[in-house]
């Protein structure tokens, strides 16, 4: 069972910076897709951006583009967000997410989800 460990949400003011982490351990292979959503109070859980195994495919929400950053460390089994210019719409619980399939992933559907860390944007 692969179990995924978000880090580094809190409470942040509009423009500012937060980098969130998440470590995969278990049954977790580095060859997996890993990825970000995120759900506000009342809405669904959107995508946010993906990172295929090699890198060779990654993809960000337009909403996020030029100010988010995804990353990951295969030896550390580890993906990242860097999130900058961040903005009070910005505010949800950030999902760390991973699929053996990069499609499976970026539709929404993956195999294993992470518990869920809070960002919040202060205008």
């Known amino acids: 069972q692969v179990r995924l460990v978000e880090s580094g949400g809190g409470l942040v003011q509009s423009g500012g910076s937060l980098r969130l982490s998440c470590a995969a351990s278990?049954?977790?292979?580095?060859?997996?897709?890993m990825g970000w959503f995120r759900q506000a109070p009342g809405k669904e859980r959107l995508f946010v951006a993906a990172?295929?195994?090699?890198?060779?495919?990654?993809d960000y929400a337009d909403d996020v583009k030029g100010r988010f950053t995804i990353s990951r460390d295969n030896a550390k089994n580890t993906v990242y967000l860097q999130m900058n210019s961040l903005k009070p719409e910005d505010t949800a619980v950030y999902y760390c997410?991973?699929?053996?399939?990069?499609?499976?992933?970026?539709?929404?559907?993956?195999?294993?989800w992470g518990q869920g860390t809070q960002v919040t944007v202060s205008s």
């Open positions: 990172f295929s195994w090699s890198g060779s495919s990654i």
């Open positions: 278990g049954g977790f292979y580095s060859s997996y897709a």
């Open positions: 997410a991973t699929d053996n399939r990069y499609v499976s992933l970026k539709r929404g559907a993956p195999a294993y």
